[in-house]
Nanobody, 121 residues
Framework: QVQLVESGGGLVQAGGSLRLSCTAS????????MGWFRQAPGKEREFVAA????????DYVGSVKGRFSISRDNAKNMVYLQMNSLNPEDTAVYYC??????????????WGQGTQVTVSS
């Protein structure tokens, strides 16, 4: 079982940056692939980024490539999403998720409660 808690969301102007953090509980955190998803009002939840248990492989949705960066610190049970050059289309609730398999676009087993990111124009 893994419990996830996101933090770091907030209000930022277009062009600004935010760093989201996800704190995980559980001794097996380092064996999980971790992902970030987001859901904007009236839209379906979408994949944003993910990272394998070792951190050696990452994956991003096309709209955030070159602007967002996912990383993890297994010693601290933390995963991060650095978001740069934010635009209003990035406004959404961002969720941290974990899955036991290595395929980063697979089904995720555990989810956090989400953190709101709002980008003003």
């Amino acid at each position: 079982q893994v419990q996830l808690v996101e933090s770091g969301g907030g209000l930022v102007q277009a062009g600004g940056s935010l760093r989201l953090s996800c704190t995980a509980s559980g001794r097996t955190f380092s064996t999980y692939s971790m992902g970030w998803f987001r859901q904007a009002p009236g839209k379906e939840r979408e994949f944003v980024a993910a990272i394998t248990w070792s951190g050696s492989v990452t994956d991003y949705v096309g709209s955030v490539k070159g602007r967002f960066s996912i990383s993890r610190d297994n010693a601290k049970n933390m995963v991060y999403l650095q978001m740069n050059s934010l635009n209003p289309e990035d406004t959404a609730v961002y969720y941290c998720a974990a899955r036991s398999g290595g395929w980063l676009r697979g089904v995720y087993d555990y989810w956090g409660q989400g953190t709101q990111v709002t980008v003003s124009s």
